[in-house]
């Protein structure tokens, strides 16, 4: 037995013979940590697992290889629930909510007479409960929990209690003894932990799912190896912060449903509430008479489905040399681009003027469907003139003022019918014909041609 001293970098597990204050591989300084390797003279077989050979076309899939929480958004972003055999992790910002979402999804499941095993390396037993007593109206007889970071003693609970769903909180507070002295959180320790709970959840004879939260790090990023996110079969990101009642659960990963697709939930006293509609939760409820000015609805594409947004403009006079120009929903250069384009291509000066746009519930304007609807919104309010509420804009914008055509307008459109919309103003050209119910179709060209339609004027100085 040969004893080597190498230094390994905390961050991305690269080893070097020689120490180094920065790391020659992921860049980051004063994480190269000197540890002993122990090896072997005799070199060790690894035992081979044999698993039996399948067709492909005798594999069974279907709607009983999945479990439904009927947590509705969460089981829309897994793609129908949570597949029998799978591996998700699922992050977020401290206080995002990640490990109560995980515990009503358990507490969904043991319901349904699914044995859960919910063990947690962060928090003590009492402390699990304190949150259960607090989100959950009973707490199922079929959820048991083990407050522990040994690995070892995970898979000895797996063994004992032959469990259909397996939470681990979080993967990066576990260590398995074969590892040590490695630290828990080590990339080491974090991938051989993860390693273990894939062939628990890959097992053909008895499968099981597994939910493994993960701690973020300062680049919004999961803690850890990148190689982590390529060993789970799902990867779910909570986004919100701890004071904001909106929380958005993306899939930016996953093998059995649609990448990117989004849930959204309410933060609330007793846990996460599911937004079963969004369409009308992003918009304000007014009467016919009650129509403000500043105020115009987009359609936005959420992951798979149409979401339709109201977003809100306030422009007022500047008294300072440098006019603002503030939006907590959209990038900073976008609003600028837009506003230069308004200014030039719709005659409305704005160069004295603060400009702030933002979107109710705070969603965030990821794509340029709504930048026709924000322009829109910026001119109400200069003019002081409401746009009728059962109105929408569903365009982008071009440098020359045209207006440009989106991906996926019938489905929009669609939504705006369902949801008794009567007037959706779109690029000329942008849509092919579709059976709709009352909605109209109101097609424009240019920029200065829907001000003019709309607002009845051609600029303002």
């Not at 992790?89 to 979402?101: A, E, Q």
């Not at 340029?368 to 009728?388: E, G």
Request: contains cysteine; aromatic residues 6%.
């Amino acid at each position: 037995m040969k004893v080597k001293t190498v230094y390994k970098c905390s961050n991305c597990g690269y080893k070097s013979s020689k120490w180094a204050g920065k790391c020659p591989d992921c860049g980051e300084w004063n994480t190269m940590e000197e540890v002993e390797e122990v090896k072997s003279g005799a070199k060790m077989a690894k035992a081979v697992s044999k698993q039996p050979i399948s067709r492909l076309s005798d594999v069974e899939t279907g709607n009983d290889q999945r479990l439904l929480t009927g947590i509705t958004e969460f089981d829309r972003v897994m793609g129908g629930g949570i597949v029998r055999d799978s591996v998700t992790i699922i992050t977020s910002p401290p206080g995002g909510g990640k490990s109560t979402l995980s515990l009503m999804a358990a507490s969904a499941l043991a319901k349904q007479g699914c044995r859960v095993l919910y063990a947690s390396g962060e928090e003590s037993d009492s402390q699990i409960k304190s949150r259960a007593d607090r989100i959950l109206e009973n707490i199922e007889q079929n959820i048991w929990i083990l407050a522990d970071t040994s690995m070892d003693r995970v898979l000895e609970a797996i063994s004992e209690i032959d469990p259909d769903l397996i939470i681990l909180d979080s993967i990066q507070t576990f260590s398995l003894s074969e590892f040590l002295p490695s630290r828990a959180g080590n990339p080491t320790q974090t991938m051989e932990c993860a390693s273990a709970l894939v062939a628990q959840a890959k097992n053909k004879k008895r499968p099981r799912a597994v939910l493994m939260i993960g701690q973020m790090n300062k680049s919004d990023e999961i803690a850890g190896l990148r190689a982590l996110e390529h060993l789970v079969d799902a990867v779910l990101v909570l986004e919100g912060e701890g004071a904001d009642e909106l929380r958005c659960l993306v899939a930016t990963k996953n093998r059995f449903g649609s990448t990117g697709e989004m849930g959204f939930f309410t933060m609330t006293e007793t846990g996460l509430a599911s937004i079963d509609n969004p369409s009308a939760y992003f918009v304000t409820k007014r009467g016919k008479g009650d129509a403000v000015s500043g105020s115009a609805i987009a359609v936005l594409k959420e992951g798979s489905r149409p979401v339709i947004a109201e977003i809100e403009s306030l422009v007022s006079p500047s008294f300072t040399p440098y006019s603002s120009r503030i939006s907590e929903t959209m990038k900073k250069d976008t609003m600028n681009t837009l506003i230069s384009i308004l200014e030039q291509r719709g005659g409305i000066k704005l160069y004295d003027k603060n400009v702030v746009v933002k979107t109710t519930g705070g969603l965030h304007l990821k794509e340029q469907a709504a930048n026709l609807a924000v322009l829109m919104s910026i001119a109400s309010s200069v003019y002081d003139k409401p746009i009728p509420a059962s109105w929408a804009f569903i365009a982008d914008v071009g440098l020359t003022g045209e207006l440009k055509r989106v991906p996926s307008m019938e489905t929009r459109v669609k939504e705006l019918d369902r949801m008794g919309f009567e007037k959706v103003f779109i690029p000329a050209g942008g849509m092919r014909d579709i059976n709709l119910e009352n909605i109209q179709v109101v097609e424009s060209k240019f920029l200065s041609q829907l001000l003019n339609g709309v607002f009845g004027k051609k600029g303002i100085d």
